[in-house]
């Protein structure tokens, strides 16, 4: 199984609403990303947990809020966004976190995202 | 700064024509990789290069590390409608082992 599953495939939100985004993999992969893709644009990195703890959160503003319950699963727990947060939402996993780090070669496997229009 | 920077950004080209497409910087990368993402998917890896000089296939695309290891190329032979996507090179930064990515070439085969 070299699947990323995410769930839903597209979402519509108003702006006062709470929503949830998932993401599951049986990889056996310990680092998992949520990434933001504008149209025409390259993903830009959000979050990354290693071994189910957060490493990096790029400057996200705090209505996103990642967690992840176990090795296997990643959620997006969305509140009151914004038009401009309108976006693809897409996960990813790799076998370790750290790209080029000792000159490791990691493989990063996405699933196929979750459209999110913000009304 | 690490920046990863892609040529041309847009090619629409008819079927059965030979492509390249680009990706250069000025500062030199431990490994390079590059993906195709079709419209309302994921990007997908389609290989990793590692070795300055380096040549790697994958059937009518070829895929070159520069020497210096700063910038790879992406040659598609005899393009077909299928090979029509979002390009994207992507190399780790230095600072916090992520990937940083190109803006991507947009690619339309058109038959």
């Known amino acids: 199984d070299t699947e990323v599953t995410q769930t839903p495939k597209h979402l519509v939100m108003g702006m006062t609403n709470k929503k949830s985004l998932k993401c599951e993999q049986h990889?056996?992969?310990?680092?998992m990303y949520w990434y933001k893709q504008k149209a025409k644009k390259p993903p830009e990195l959000m979050f990354v947990?290693?071994?189910?703890?957060?490493?990096i959160n790029e400057s996200v503003p705090s209505r996103f809020s990642p967690e992840c319950p176990n090795s296997s699963l990643l959620n997006l727990h969305l509140h009151a966004l914004q038009p401009e947060d309108s976006a693809l939402y897409l996960c990813?996993?790799?076998?370790?976190?750290?790209?080029?780090?000792?000159?490791?070669?990691?493989?990063?496997?996405f699933g196929s995202g979750t459209q999110l229009s913000v009304l | 700064t690490q920046l990863l920077e892609q040529s041309p950004q847009f090619l629409s080209i008819q079927e059965g024509e030979n492509l390249t497409v680009y990706c250069n910087s000025s500062?030199?990368?431990?490994?390079l990789q590059w993906y195709r993402q079709e419209p309302g998917e994921g990007p997908v890896l389609l290989v990793t290069?590692?070795?300055g000089g380096e040549v790697k296939k994958l059937k009518r695309l070829t895929f070159q590390f520069g020497d210096a290891r700063k910038d790879s190329s992406l040659h598609i032979t005899a393009a077909q409608p299928g090979d029509t996507g979002l390009y994207l090179c992507?190399?780790?930064?230095?600072?916090?082992?992520?990937?940083?990515w190109g803006a991507g070439t947009k690619l339309i085969i058109k038959p």
């Open positions: 990813a996993s790799s076998q370790g976190a750290g790209f080029g780090f000792r000159g490791r070669s990691e493989k990063l496997f």
């Open positions: 990889m056996g992969h310990r680092a």
């Open positions: 947990y290693s071994y189910e703890k957060l490493s």
């Open positions: 500062s030199v990368f431990s490994s």
């Open positions: 290069v590692v070795t």
């Open positions: 992507a190399g780790p930064m230095d600072s916090n082992y992520q990937l940083i």
